[in-house]
């Protein structure tokens, strides 16, 4: 594969995960009050930043709006990814900016990219490989130059970090008991890279993190969560791939 469209998926994998900083409700494994609200702020995002750790899979749907948008800005993001590093993903971009899907099985790793995102990132002298590359999968390994940063969009630690770092910097403060998507939560709110954060805890089973935003300067953005479901493991089929370095 061309360097230059390494390059180009590489830079694009080391940002995606900052993309996803908040969360929608995780599964409750159990319908009993957990004591989490009577905690303090500090306390509330530490406990589901621990229950995220424990979690064996997530299903995490992130959107993002703003004015000054580019096509090269992810606006969402929909992953499923478990321990075992079985994976799929799809990443949408503004302004016609096309679209990403990922798959990941073990140590190997798919990446499809649509016409419009093809012609919005090859450079010019390789615009035939739009037609060669629409509809299918370029494949390589987790290790792969520019797959290795995409990779990470894949993993529960990675967005379980930046979970972490959002909620460790800034004062934290306690907000009310409510409901997102239908169940009791309890806010936690901070101020993130200028931004205001809103991060909304389980206050029924597991303290999962069930919903958090970031508002400000025009811009938002919402990701959910869902924990301990089952993650599809099929792969492209042979005829649908083409070598990563080929």
């Known amino acids: 594969m061309p360097r230059t469209r390494k390059a180009t998926l590489g830079a694009l994998g080391a940002t995606l995960c900052a993309t996803a900083l908040v969360g929608t409700a995780g599964t409750a494994h159990a319908q009993d009050d957990n004591g989490v609200a009577k905690k303090s702020a500090t306390d509330i995002a530490n406990r589901a930043v621990s229950a995220f750790n424990d979690a064996r899979s997530l299903h995490l749907t992130t959107e993002r709006t703003g004015s000054g ?6 606006t969402s993001l929909d992953v499923s990814a478990d321990r075992d590093n079985n994976c799929v993903g799809t990443v949408g971009f503004a302004a016609d900016g096309g679209s990403l899907e990922i798959i990941r099985h073990a140590d190997k790793v798919w990446v499809k990219a649509n016409a419009a995102w093809l012609r919005n990132n090859l450079p010019s002298d390789q615009s035939q490989d739009v037609q060669k590359l629409e509809g299918k999968f370029l494949q390589g390994t987790a290790q792969d130059q520019g797959l290795s940063d995409l990779a990470r969009v894949c993993s529960i630690n990675e967005h379980r970090d930046t979970l972490k ?3 460790s910097v800034g004062t934290l403060k306690k907000g009310s008991e409510t409901t997102a998507d239908g169940k009791p939560v309890i806010d936690v709110t901070s101020k993130h890279n200028g931004m ?9 089973g597991k303290p999962f993190p069930v919903r ?12 959910n969560f869902t924990f301990d479901q089952p993650v599809p493991d099929k792969t492209p089929p042979a005829g649908e791939t083409v070598p990563w370095d080929g």
């Open 196 to 204: 205001d954060m809103t991060l909304s805890v389980s206050t029924q």
């Open 165 to 167: 770092d959002a909620t």
């Open 69 to 74: 948008l580019s096509r090269t800005d992810a």
């Open 212 to 223: 958090a935003t970031l508002k400000g300067d025009g811009d938002s953005q919402t990701t």
